[in-house]
Nanobody, 119 residues
Framework: QVQLVESGGGSVEPGGSLRLTCVASGNIIEIYDMAWYRQPPGKERELVAVIRWSGDSTYYTDSVKGRFTISRDSAKSTVYLQMNRLKSEDTAVYYC????????????WGQGTQVTVSS
């Protein structure tokens, strides 16, 4: 089992910034990738950004490109999501996802952290 602990959510005004952190622990064999998903109120969960542990390649959904940055600290098994120029439509519960190279078809999820963008 792998445990994920997220932090950094909160309330911010439009145009503000937040940084989310997700720390993985437990039975880590080899991290394949880690990602951030979000679930806005009344909507389905969607992929926001993902980072591969080998090679450091990244992917962003179109709506966050140029505003969000995903990064990692391999030594700490930690992934970050720097969110700048936040908009009201970024309001959601943000979830961290972990996939291990030993079985990429069994992702692990964090408990979620609320991000609210409102004036």
């Amino acid at each position: 089992q792998v445990q994920l602990v997220e932090s950094g959510g909160g309330s911010v005004e439009p145009g503000g910034s937040l940084r989310l952190t997700c720390v993985a622990s437990g039975n880590i064999i080899e991290i394949y990738d880690m990602a951030w998903y979000r679930q806005p109120p009344g909507k389905e969960r969607e992929l926001v950004a993902v980072i591969r542990w080998s090679g450091d390649s990244t992917y962003y959904t179109d709506s966050v490109k140029g505003r969000f940055t995903i990064s990692r600290d391999s030594a700490k098994s930690t992934v970050y999501l720097q969110m700048n120029r936040l908009k009201s439509e970024d309001t959601a519960v943000y979830y961290c996802q972990y996939r291990d190279s030993s079985n990429i078809f069994q992702p692990y999820w964090g408990q979620g952290t609320q991000v609210t963008v409102s004036s």
